[in-house]
């Protein structure tokens, strides 16, 4: 069974080419992480876990929902992370994770897709993305050949920038920077609601026509690069930038 989580279409993309290749069950976490409550699931096949990269290991919201989870059947479990350039040393968290989850840790592929972090850094136009994500596409055929052989993902040793990136920045990135004071509209927004709908922490509500941050926020990007008339801003980070949501995978 393959369990996904995305902001703006990158892990769904993944999830949904390796469920086609393995002719495998599909589940987005999307509800459950927004009830805050974990599940009970059996599946006869390896556990496939896609999900984005957040300050080099798995979103928080993400991990914390797999710790509450009760995993039955297979008992193999494999990571797939989207990211913009590379994953830190999130293999060796997700290995412990496994071992809280009592799972066997089969690997951790690093799969790089458009950069989304629009708070952040540069995003590609359309032209660019897709071109991204045709070079991920080879990337995914290979995981998909070593998952159905029940192998392990290759690995390649962290060396000690990695764990700093996914020790101490993370800690930081998350105790400083994942705020959603930033976030602004402008007089371009209708009102449509879809930014609250699509936010994974139900964080934003709707006042007035317009939307309101709460405090509650995982910079998923999903509502900025969502909203049909960009009238989301993120202070002057995103000003100018384009806005990214990944095509739908089609077969």
């Not at 896609?50 to 193999?76: E, M, R």
């Amino acid at each position: 069974m393959i369990l996904y989580f995305s902001g703006t279409g990158n892990s769904r993309f993944c999830a949904a080419f390796l469920a086609h290749a393995l002719n495998d069950t599909i589940m987005d976490t999307f509800d459950m992480l927004r009830a805050h409550t974990g599940a009970a699931l059996s599946s006869a096949s390896p556990w496939v876990f896609v999900c984005p990269t957040y300050a080099w290991q798995l979103p928080h919201i993400f991990a914390d929902f797999l710790k509450s989870s009760h995993f039955t059947g297979n008992t193999d479990a494999y990571f797939v992370m989207t990211c913009g350039s590379d994953i830190g040393n999130a293999a060796e968290t997700n290995q412990e994770l496994c071992r809280k989850m009592g799972l066997s840790y089969k690997g951790t592929l690093a799969v790089i897709m458009p950069e989304n972090y629009v708070a952040m850094f540069s995003v590609p136009d359309e032209c660019q993305a897709q071109t991204i994500i045709s070079s991920a596409l080879p990337v995914l055929t290979a995981a998909a050949e070593t998952i159905r052989a029940r192998l392990a993902l290759p690995s390649a040793a962290p060396n000690p920038i990695d764990k700093v990136k996914s020790d101490f920045v993370n800690t930081a990135f998350y105790s400083l920077i994942v705020k959603d004071k930033k976030f602004t509209v402008s007089n371009a927004c209708i009102g449509c609601g879809k930014c609250a709908c699509s936010c994974v922490l139900a964080n934003i509500q709707m006042q007035n026509g317009r939307p309101v941050w709460n405090g509650n926020c995982t910079h998923c990007m999903s509502c900025i690069c969502g909203c049909p008339t960009g009238a989301i801003e993120y202070g002057k980070h995103s000003i100018g930038k384009p806005r990214y949501q990944c095509p739908s995978f089609t077969k």
